[in-house]
Each structure stands twice: as C-alpha cells, then as structure tokens.
C-alpha cells in the first residue's frame, strides 16, 4: 500500500486527536501548521488539539532551527503516545519468552522462531507466489505486513531503488526481548524478493528509531 493510500484509509473514521496521533506515528515529527493541512484544518487548529495531547502526556514540542529566522516548533509523540498503539500483549508474549528461554533452554526458543518463519515463509510465499515485478511484489508485502499491524508503506528512492517503512511493530516487546524475530523477518523479506534483491535494515525500533526501514536494490539482469 503506497503512502497516500495508506493515511487515506487509516485517517477515515479517527477523531482529530487520533489523526493527529497516527499522523505522528507514522510520519514523524512535523508542525501544527504541517499536521493541520494533512488533517484538513488550521494550523492553529491542530495546535489546540495537540495542546491537549500535550497535557494527556502523549505529545512533545522540540524547537529546530530551519535557516536563518526563529526555530520552528515541531511535534512528536511521547513514549506514552507511542504506547497508543497496541503491542500485541506485551507482557504476557515477553513473560512467555523468558519461561521458555529459562525452563527450556536457548535451543528450545530458537526452534519457536524458527517454526513461525516456517509459517510465515508459507503464508507469504502463497500470497506473493503470483506477483511479478519487483516492486508489484514490495507493495504486496507492504499489504501483507499492514494487515499485521506493521503500518507498512513502500516508495521508491532516488537511486533506483526502494524503501518498505514500518511505521509500527506489534511485536515489539517480543522482539527486544529476543532479536531472533527480526533477524527471521529480515530473511524472509531477502527470500520472498528474490535473489537480485538485496534487502538492508537502516532503521530500527527496538535500537530506539521511530520506525523500521528497509532498503532495497535489485541488481541488474
């Protein structure tokens, strides 16, 4: 699902506070005035919305310089506003990791991760087995992943190349807790694309990024 498509779709429905939220979220900080047209009113609109946000605790300003003249004040979502989003039960998922790991053993949990990237390299491959075209098959996985609750988005990058963003990982938790599932996603990404495709993680939640992003190159035939 391209960006446009995807704000269009997720923002129908949502009240201004949650627009303004998911917005944030998966775009990143930006100014009232930036937010406001996105959402269809005032700048000064949206800063009064965000003004609530702000006292919930879900939205932060930070002043940044853009040349000469006064900093612009840019919003962003707190750890609280990230918290909005759901983690796919967190604490029980990471509590059963740990018992797993610890009455188990190491092995016995990387037999888990292995035998859901088994599941998920089925379903995948099912869903992408008809798709041609590299980025006919990126878009795909885009769908795939945002029906996961990745917010998933893909572009193309000036060099030729691609960019599949996550704007959110519902596993999260589980992931910091045990980096074995990203590890098994990014393999599976590098298989369903295809061996002209070279796949890198450039930004990554659980080391503290805002998102996960992905670049991909295909090489030439």
Not at 89 to 103: Q, S
Not at 119 to 130: D, I, P, V
């Amino acid at each position: 699902m391209s960006t446009p498509e995807l704000e269009n779709s997720s923002l129908q429905g949502r009240s201004g506070p949650d627009r303004l939220l998911f917005l944030l979220k998966t775009k990143g900080q930006q100014t009232a005035a930036e937010l406001g047209k996105a959402i269809g009113t005032t700048g000064e609109n949206a800063r009064q919305q965000l003004m609530k946000l702000a006292a919930e605790g879900l939205v932060e300003t930070e002043s940044v310089a853009r040349g000469v003249g006064r900093p612009s004040q840019f919003w962003r979502l707190t750890a609280q506003g990230h918290g909005r989003f759901p983690d796919a039960h967190a604490e029980l998922t990471v509590g059963l990791l740990r018992n797993i790991r610890d009455l188990l053993g190491p092995e016995a949990l990387e037999r888990l991760i292995a035998a859901r990237e088994e599941e998920m390299r089925a379903a995948y491959r099912a869903e992408l087995g008809r798709v041609e075209g590299t980025e006919a098959r990126i878009a795909a996985l885009a769908g795939i992943r945002t029906r996961e609750g990745y917010m998933a988005q893909h572009r193309p990058t000036e060099d030729g190349g691609w960019l599949l963003i996550e704007n959110h990982c519902p596993i999260c938790a589980a992931a910091t807790a045990c980096q074995g599932f990203c590890r098994s996603e990014l393999a599976i990404f590098r298989e369903m694309l295809g061996p002209r495709c070279s796949v890198e993680r450039t930004e990554h939640i659980v080391h503290g990024a805002r998102r996960c992003a992905y670049r991909i190159r295909e090489e030439a035939p």
